[in-house]
Every structure is written in C-alpha cells, then in structure tokens.
C-alpha cells in the first residue's frame, strides 16, 4: 500500500520519465491551473496521444531539459518548445504554472484566447500552440519513445536558429 505523495515505479520507465512525472505529480497537479496542463491538453486534443505516455521522455528534448542534437522530426519540435520557454523565461515569465486561457476547434484549431491577461500568459499560450501544432504535423515513431537523453549525441543547438534573421539596413 502506498502512502499519501508515494509514486510506484515501474522498473521500465525511464530516469527521465520518473522524474518527470514525479515533477509533475507533485509541484504541478495539486494547482488547479498551470500551463503544463494547459499542454497537456492541448497535446491530447489535437494529437490524440496521451501527452504524458507518448511524449515526455521523447527523443533528446521532450520532457524536462534536453542534450545532444534532436534525433527527429518530433524531437526537433520539442527543442523549439524548450527554447520558447527558455525566452519567455529570461523575460520573467513563469512559463510552467502560468495559467491562460484557449480554446480548441475542431480538434485541430487552437486559439489563445484574447481574455489572457499578461503579455507572459499570451505568449506561453503561443509558444504551446506552436508545438502541438508542430508535433501533429510529424511522424511519431516508437523507437524514440522512453529515450534516456544521457544516449544523446551531438552539439545541442542553439536557440537563435528560431530567431527571425535580421533584417539589412538600406
């Protein structure tokens, strides 16, 4: 029997996976609303695919943190996401619980919804919109899924690949 708080692990989840969960299960979930749930929903609607068992621990950069070059398609959508975060972050943001508001059309369209109040809920809401729509659009294969990131090789890329290029001065 487990206590209050207690997770049980299966010997096959991945480090990663288990820390994740364990994250989330218990600075995440007790609050009512964050923007990770706010993800995972929105993964679930329009991908069909349980966020959780599907994607966290996906490839090099799905789930918490990431190293090495991004293995795919779905994985390279996941490195955007981490840097969209990571921007947002630096501007003060708290992108993880953060709570904003969105809706789904047709399973497939999202919107964030003019009513958020911050320029940080608009722009965690575009951010996460981005990378659902990113990863309905790849192929999922099952061999990246439950990757422990420490098999991970190559430089990890920089953020600024996502930046618009500037533009020359006349």
């Not at 029997?1 to 997770?7: A, C, E, V």
Request: hydrophobic share 30%; glycine share 8%.
């Amino acid at each position: 029997m487990l206590g209050k708080g207690q997770l049980l692990v299966r010997s096959s989840l991945g480090v990663k996976k288990f820390f994740t969960i364990a994250i989330l299960a218990g600075s995440v979930l007790p609050a009512a609303h964050s923007s990770l749930l706010n993800l995972k929903s929105m993964v679930e609607a329009v991908t069909g695919r349980n966020a959780i068992l599907f994607f966290v621990g996906y490839g090099c950069y799905c789930g918490l943190g990431g190293r090495g070059l991004p293995m795919d398609e779905v994985d390279w959508c996941c490195h955007a996401h981490d840097c969209c975060y990571q921007k947002l972050f630096e501007q003060g943001c708290h992108t993880y619980t953060d709570h904003y508001e969105y809706t789904i059309e047709n399973n497939t369209t999202i919107v964030c919804s003019e009513l958020n109040e911050t320029e940080c809920d608009k722009q965690t809401c575009e951010c996460d919109r981005s990378v659902v729509l990113c990863l309905q659009s790849q192929t999922y294969n099952e061999q990246h899924r439950n990757y422990l990131n420490v098999y991970c090789q190559g430089p990890k890329p920089n953020c600024s690949i996502y930046e618009p290029p500037l533009e020359e001065v006349a």
